[in-house]
């Protein structure tokens, strides 16, 4: 993982990020049809058992990855 756009904490030890993902851990989650560029929205656990990365996902821009970032964090942009 390189480059985080937010991070939000779930509960349960699992978590919900926008970032950029590494070549290989991209390749483990089976998800090379997304590529390998860009940002990604994914899902952590920490729980016992679990696979550790979820890929959910995969923001169509660096704009729109910004955008989703703010409305988890409950930002609202003024676009009047």
Not at 59 to 74: E, K, P, T, Y
């Amino acid at each position: 993982m390189d480059d985080f756009l937010s991070t939000k904490e779930l509960g349960e030890g699992k978590s919900l990020h926008i970032a950029s993902l590494s070549r290989q851990s991209i390749i483990e989650c089976e998800a090379e049809h997304l590529g390998f560029d860009g940002f990604f929205v994914f899902e952590t656990s920490e729980t016992p058992g679990s696979k550790g990365i979820n890929i959910l996902g995969k923001v169509a821009s660096f704009d729109a990855g910004v955008q989703l970032a703010n409305l988890l964090s409950g930002f609202r942009l003024n676009t009047a």
